[in-house]
DNA sequence: GCAAAAGTGTTTTGTCTACACCCATGA
DNA sequence: TCATGGGTGTAGACAAAACACTTTTGC
């Protein structure tokens, strides 16, 4: 297949590994695996799988958190390549890791025990194999300036929400609490929520109204940006 | 070397391709060759290079910016991987794209002899093989993003520079006129700019202060990043 | 009636923008 | 003395930040 030139180049083995998010409503978690393959077995890692050559590197992500939970259509994103040579003591393997943002009631029970995955919030992660903790750290950090950016950040709410939750999500992705007036003000300028005529009464006795979002709005600011943060 | 379970993995091809960029005073450039092997033989490209199995897909970028400018040190990081199986005809080849900032008058003529490269203004790029176009692109609008946000611009300045040349600069890199009193404001205003008792008098009768940066402010502002448009 | 969260405005501060004239110099 | 680019200040608009009380409701 390949030609002349290319022939006596080195082959090497390509790995995708997922850093994925989920919100619970008040810690930003990111769901891990025990690693079923040896180095390293039995270790919390990233979800990741190699890349087959007949597929583009991001159908591979795909597929590798397709695999994982189950869903199709999950935002994600390249965050970096990581490319030591002695990185995984395993062989030489180069690995794109992909951050990809979910809602974490998506992910069922069943594929937890299926997968024997869990989420873990950022600031109590377990030991990880390799460099998964070095990519966990900077696809907190591309998070953080995704957001201040980009309205992506909703993807990890669920349809239907309230402010409060809106304001807990950029407040755990920061790191740092929000004024609520100043909070509520900003984000409904944007003209991207909708108001619903329901309100949530799980958490209070007045009850809060929920939001969604206006997707046409959604996908302009997707695409020119917003200053946020 | 690899261990049983990655034994039966496929191994591919990775390649680098640096976005090497220039600044002429007046226009922002992008420097190509011309691809010395098939498929594409003597089209231009960007420069790039296999990553060998011993070394990191960084040093594999670093070798091929030091192969074509003879520079160490380079302002150099990752931008993107492209990843799709049919991007080039010659075979499976995944390449990581990075991009390079260098003072363009550090690219000596004889270089450009030895290798068949040519700088070539952004707006006004040849035909390029494969998916170079878009890296390119791609690397511009990053550029746009990291200067607004980093003071990593300036390394495509000369050490000593005077504030037009900085602020033509900036005018190259967002393609859009920039007020001259604001523009003076905001950058003095950031104190990473050390004012020196020299002039540059070629471009005017009066003479123009030159500036050089101040290291240590700048190395903080880069970590802490700026805000600049 | 009280506990608990929801909802709502104003003032102050700082930053961004638009805009035009005098200065120094070499020819 | 004049042509050329160098250098400088201010007012108005807008956005960000700080700050606290009233409302609703289930118990």
């Known amino acids: ?23 619970d409503g008040l ?5 891990l695996v025990k690693r ?26 795909k597929r590798v958190l397709n695999k994982l939970t189950g869903l199709t259509d999950i935002y994600m994103e390249q ?3 990581l490319g030591d040579v002695e990185r995984d003591p395993g062989g030489r393997v180069i690995s794109m890791a992909y951050f990809a943002l979910i809602k974490i009631d998506d992910y ?6 299926e997968h024997n995955s869990k989420w873990y919030p950022l600031d109590a992660l377990p030991k990880l194999v390799f460099d998964h903790a070095d990519m966990i750290k900077l696809a907190k950090e591309r998070l953080q300036e995704k957001v201040s950016t980009h309205p992506s950040g909703f ?15 950029y407040e755990a992705i920061y790191e740092t609490p929000l004024d609520k007036r100043n909070f509520t003000r900003k984000i409904l300028s944007l003209n991207i929520l909708k108001k619903l005529n329901e309100k949530e009464t799980f958490s209070s006795r007045k009850g809060a109204f929920l939001y969604e979002f206006d997707k046409k709005k959604y996908k302009i600011l997707e695409k020119e940006g917003l200053k946020f943060l």
Do not use: W
């Open 155 to 169: 993807t990890l709410l669920p349809q239907k929400f309230t402010l409060q939750q809106l304001q807990a999500l």
């Open 79 to 81: 965050l970096t390549c």
């Open 36 to 61: 079923d393959l040896d180095p390293g077995k039995g270790i919390n890692a990233l979800m990741g799988g190699f890349v087959n050559s007949n597929e583009s590197v991001n159908d591979a992500a």
């Open 108 to 113: 069922s029970n069943n594929l937890m025990i």
């Open 1 to 23: 297949m390949s030609i002349q030139q290319y022939k006596f180049r080195d082959k090497i083995l390509v790995a995708v590994d997922c850093i994925i998010f989920g919100f």
């Open 27 to 31: 810690h930003l978690k990111a769901l």
